[in-house]
C-alpha cells in the first residue's frame, strides 16, 4: 500500500495500491479496504468474492497533474439467494467515468462559465460534462418552496424579436427563481403550480403579476388565499409605452408642418429624445436633462405627458400607505384621462390589483436581474432547444448545494 498516496488521495475506506506514471497522468490504482459487502438484495453481509472488475475513472488534479483511478469495484455473491453484485463506493455512482467529487468540480466551473468552455479546459467533450451535470443535479439538486409566501410570476423572451416565451415563477422575498413553464400558455403554468401541492399554494398570500388576465384568472383559482397583486413596473410601462406612442405621433405629424422654422425646430427637439422622456427624470445626463428642457420650449404638450408620467411615478415611490396611494392614483386618473387615454382605461380595470401593491409595495423588480442572467445562460450555451434542459441549466445557478 502507497501510505503518502492514499492520504493524499483522500478518500475515504479506500487505499492507494499502487501507481503509474503514463504521459504525464497519474493513474493510481486502488482498492477498497473492507473485505464484505452488503447485498442489495436481502441487505446480508457476505465476504464471498466473486470476481474483480477494474476500470479507470478520472478524479481531481493532484497538482496540476490529470489523475485516473484504476478502481477494482469488486462482486460479491450472496448466500442467501447465490446471485453475484457489484459492492457499493461512495464515491463514484454507478457506470461512472468520474468520482463524484470531480463531477461536482465541473458542476462548479459551469456555473460560472458555460458547458464549452469547461470542456475544452478539462479535456472533456461536452456531452461528457452536460452528462456530470444531470449526474450531480439529480443527487444534489432541491428546490424548497416549503416557505414561499409571495410569489412573482413574469415571462421573459429567450429568443430574437418578441417569440420564444417561458414563464419565470419567482420568491421575492428569496429573490430567486423556483420553476419555470415552457410557454405562456395557462396549462402549462397550472401543471407548474400543481407540482407544488395544495399546502403550499394555501401559504402564499401574495402573487405579483404584469397585466394579464391569463395568470389572474390561474391565481385566482388555484391560490385561494393570495392577493393579486399588479407589477408596478409592468404598471409604468403601459405609461411609458403611451408617452412614447405620443412623441411618435408628433414626429410624424410634424412632417406635415407647412411653417419650415417651426418644423426645423420641433424636429430638432424630438430628435434623441426618447430617453430623456422615459427615463426617471432624476437619472437624466446632462445631456439628457438638456434635451428634456428643449422639449419643454418647443413642444409643451409632450412636456405636459413627461410631467404627468413623473408624478405617476412619484406616487409608487413615495405613497405612505394603501389610502394614501388609492387617493392620488385617483387624482392621477382624473387629471391625466385625456394624455394618457389608454393607460386610463386600463389601470381602471385593473384598479384593485394596482392599488393593491400600496399595501406590501410588493413587486417583481428582481426578475429583472434573473431575466437577464438567464439570457446570458442561453447566450452561453449557444441556444438550448431542450425546454427541461434549459431549466436545468438555470435552476443548478440557484439551488444546487455542492460540498
Known amino acids: 500500500m502507497q501510505l503518502l498516496l492514499t492520504d493524499l488521495l ?37 465476504c464471498h468474492l466473486h470476481q474483480n472488475h477494474w476500470y479507470l475513472v478520472r478524479d481531481l488534479s493532484i497538482s496540476g497533474r490529470t489523475v485516473f483511478l484504476k478502481i477494482n469495484r469488486r462482486q460479491f455473491k450472496c448466500r442467501t439467494f447465490g446471485k ?20 461536482q468540480s465541473i458542476v462548479q466551473q459551469v456555473l460560472h462559465s458555460d458547458i464549452h468552455n469547461v470542456a475544452i479546459s478539462n479535456g472533456l467533450t461536452d456531452e461528457e460534462v452536460w452528462s456530470m451535470v444531470q449526474y450531480v443535479s439529480k443527487k444534489k439538486l432541491h428546490v424548497d418552496v416549503s416557505s414561499l409566501k409571495r410569489l ?12 420564444d416565451y417561458i414563464v419565470v415563477l419567482v420568491d421575492l422575498e428569496r429573490r430567486i427563481p423556483l420553476a419555470f413553464a415552457p410557454s405562456r400558455k395557462q396549462e402549462d403554468v397550472r401543471q407548474v403550480l400543481e407540482a407544488w401541492g395544495a399546502a403550499v399554494l394555501n401559504q402564499i398570500i401574495e402573487v405579483s403579476i ?11 383559482k ?9 407589477d408596478r413596473f409592468h404598471v409604468m410601462k403601459i405609461v411609458n409605452q403611451e408617452l412614447d406612442k405620443a412623441r411618435q405621433s408628433i414626429c410624424k405629424a410634424n412632417e406635415q408642418t407647412v411653417n419650415e422654422v417651426q418644423k426645423a425646430q420641433i424636429a430638432a427637439a424630438l430628435k434623441q429624445s426618447k430617453y430623456a422622456l422615459l427615463k426617471p427624470e432624476e437619472n437624466l445626463t446632462q445631456k439628457q436633462k438638456a434635451k428634456l428642457e428643449e422639449i419643454r420650449e418647443v413642444v409643451p404638450s409632450l412636456a405636459r405627458m413627461h410631467q404627468e408620467k413623473e408624478s405617476f411615478r412619484a406616487i409608487f ?24 387615454q389608454e393607460s386610463v382605461r386600463t389601470i381602471c380595470r385593473w384598479f384593485g390589483e394596482v392599488t393593491a401593491y400600496f399595501d406590501n409595495h410588493t413587486n417583481s423588480d428582481v426578475v429583472e436581474g434573473i431575466n437577464n442572467k438567464l439570457k446570458l445562460i442561453k447566450r452561453s450555451g449557444y441556444g438550448f432547444r431542450n425546454f427541461d434542459n434549459f431549466q436545468l441549466r438555470c435552476l443548478i445557478c440557484w439551488h444546487l448545494a455542492i460540498d
Do not use: M
Not at 457499493?88 to 454507478?94: A, H, P, R, V
Open 210 to 220: 404584469d397585466l394579464s388576465g391569463n395568470y389572474k384568472s390561474l391565481v385566482h
Open 10 to 46: 483522500n478518500l475515504p475506506g479506500i487505499e492507494v495500491e499502487d501507481y503509474t506514471d503514463v504521459a504525464g497522468e497519474l493513474i493510481l490504482i486502488v482498492e477498497a479496504k473492507t473485505t464484505e459487502a452488503i447485498c442489495p438484495r436481502c441487505q446480508q453481509k457476505t
Open 317 to 340: 415611490e413615495q405613497a405612505k400607505d394603501w389610502k394614501d396611494g388609492t387617493f392620488q392614483l385617483l387624482d392621477w386618473l382624473a387629471q391625466a384621462q385625456d394624455s394618457f
Open 152 to 163: 412573482g410570476i413574469d415571462e421573459i423572451s429567450l429568443g430574437k424579436g418578441q417569440g
Open 84 to 103: 453475484p453484485f457489484s459492492e457499493t463506493l461512495d464515491f463514484i455512482g454507478n457506470r461512472r467515468k468520474q468520482t463524484d467529487r470531480f463531477a
Open 222 to 230: 388555484l391560490l385561494p388565499n393570495a392577493t393579486v397583486v399588479a
